[in-house]
Nanobody, 120 residues
């Protein structure tokens, strides 16, 4: 099993919603904090959201605050990113990754990415 497998990307019109899923191995899910990142070709990778595996506390980039929600499903070893009120500027490849719980710096495991395209 790949350590992290994303799904749920697609094409949607502005104002629409998508839910991304990141299925993790049991080991990773139990032992790591998780985050979502996105990247557009030619631009730097952007941190989108993260969730602490212990406290459940969350972090959101200002650009998505109030529109995106990160959550965990302990029964499914899965982290979700619910994206509402999508904007064309949300178009990117989205990746889930393990992150250090305090600094939110990526800590080594990455998914393969899932494309999100928002049309105006």
């Amino acid at each position: 099993q790949a350590p992290l497998v994303e799904s749920g990307g697609g094409s949607v019109q502005a104002g629409g919603s998508l839910r991304l899923s990141c299925a993790a191995s049991a080991y990773i899910y139990r032992n790591y904090c998780m985050g979502w990142f996105r990247q557009v070709p030619g631009k730097e990778r952007e941190e989108v959201a993260s969730i602490n595996s212990g406290s459940g506390s969350t972090y959101y980039a200002d650009s998505v605050k109030g529109r995106f929600t990160i959550s965990r499903d302990n029964a499914e070893n899965t982290v979700y990113l619910q994206m509402n009120s999508l904007k064309p500027e949300d178009t990117a490849m989205y990746y889930c990754a393990t992150v250090r719980c305090v600094t939110r710096v990526p800590s080594g495991y990455w998914g393969q990415g899932t494309q999100v395209t928002v049309s105006s």
